[in-house]
């Protein structure tokens, strides 16, 4: 088991930043793969980033590619997603999740979520 936390989220004009922070309980952060999905209403839950367990892979979807970038700091077992030039297009429910095994870009390749935090970017 690896509880996730997500606090922040919030309402931002279009143009703008937000910077979304995930901290997991418990000792073994740096054996998780983490990744950040999103669900907007009407829509399925898609894929937005990954990072492997040391940080040194990334992957994002190619609707955020050069906007938001994925972080991890293993010291303090959280994941961040920093995101900038925000359009009406990411509002949504962001979610972080984990995994033990790098490749998957499915919510079905995830074991683990957080409760959601919700992303409003206004035109």
């Known amino acids: 088991q690896v509880p996730l936390v997500e606090p922040g989220g919030g309402l931002v004009q279009a143009g703008g930043s937000l910077r979304l922070s995930c901290t997991a309980s418990?000792?073994?952060?740096?054996?998780?793969?983490m990744a950040w999905f999103r669900h907007a209403p009407g829509k399925e839950r898609e894929f937005v980033a990954v990072?492997?367990?040391?940080?040194?892979?990334?992957d994002y979807a190619d609707s955020v590619k050069g906007r938001f970038t994925i972080s991890r700091d293993n010291a303090e077992n959280t994941v961040n997603l920093q995101m900038n030039s925000l359009t009406p297009e990411d509002t949504a429910l962001y979610y972080c999740?984990?995994?033990?095994?790098?490749?998957?870009?499915?919510?079905?390749?995830?074991?683990?979520w957080g409760q959601g935090t919700q992303v409003t970017v206004s035109s």
């Open positions: 990072i492997s367990w040391s940080g040194g892979t990334t």
């Open positions: 999740a984990a995994t033990t095994s790098y490749g998957s870009f499915s919510r079905m390749g995830y074991n683990y």
């Open positions: 418990g000792r073994t952060f740096r054996r998780y793969v």
